[in-house]
T-cell receptor, first 112, second 112 residues
Framework: NAGVTQTPKFRILKIGQSMTLQCTQD?????MYWYRQDPGMGLKLIYY???????DKGEVPNGYNVSRSTTEDFPLRLELAAPSQTSVYFC???????????FGPGTRLTVL | DAKTTQPPSMDCAEGRAANLPCNHS???????VYWYRQIHSQGPQYIIH???NNETNEMASLIITEDRKSSTLILPHATLRDTAVYYC?????????????FGKGTKLTVNP
């Protein structure tokens, strides 16, 4: 199993541009999550999904959108990039409600 | 806000046990205590979790006090590769999913 994969690894955006961060897991996990981590800080939950077709907001959802059309994929969309969205973004998945979350390697995004 | 309090940094000699404390005085009865670690800028790595009883796996031991208001993660024989930021997290179930709230964690430095 590849586990949780994220693309791209790095990206630089200009203010106002849009992009989609990709996340795929091959473990057939129902639960998937998007986090962001600012320098020197812990992770903050952006959005999560409990299964295909079901998504909900986390702690810091403003400026982002998600979709979950399949079990495997959970893309994160930035519509109008702002410098405040400069961060490292991590995707995670877990097979059950209370247990280990498996994290991807992260996407480092800079908005200039 | 994170529901846990951890010291910002700790040092440990290689080969010795590392004992990382965590306070979670507002934990509720159905919330788990999780420990993750993050090496450099990699994705967080799950270590262990528990509800009431002490837990042990191949990586570490988790000691939870009887009143569940604090816990200690024990790395029995720390190595240089255990240098990382360690996060103690209380998992709250809401909206059909468990949401992990990461604080700033403890920066553990294992010295040769």
């Amino acid at each position: 199993n590849a586990g949780v994969t994220q693309t791209p690894k790095f990206r630089i955006l200009k203010i106002g541009q849009s992009m989609t961060l990709q996340c795929t897991q091959d473990m057939n996990h129902n639960y998937m999550y998007w986090y962001r981590q600012d320098p020197g800080m812990g992770l903050k939950l952006i959005y999560y999904s409990v299964g295909a077709g079901i998504t909900d907001k986390g702690e810091v959802p403003n400026g982002y959108n998600v979709s979950r059309s399949t079990t495997e994929d959970f893309p994160l969309r930035l519509e109008l990039a702002a410098p405040s969205q400069t961060s490292v973004y991590f995707c995670a998945s877990t097979p059950r409600l209370a247990g280990e979350q498996f994290f991807g390697p992260g996407t480092r995004l800079t908005v200039l | 806000d994170a529901k846990t309090t951890q010291p910002p940094s700790m040092d440990c000699a290689e080969g010795r046990a590392a004992n990382l404390p965590c306070n979670h005085s507002t934990i509720s009865g159905n919330e788990y205590v999780y420990w993750y670690r993050q090496i450099h800028s990699q994705g967080p790595q799950y270590i262990i979790h528990g509800l009431k009883n002490n837990e042990t796996n191949e990586m570490a031991s988790l000691i939870i006090t009887e009143d569940r208001k604090s816990s200690t993660l024990i790395l029995p024989h720390a190595t240089l590769r255990d240098t990382a930021v360690y996060y103690c997290i209380v998992g709250g179930t809401q909206g059909g999913s468990e949401k992990l709230v990461f604080g700033k964690g403890t920066k553990l430095t294992v010295n040769p």
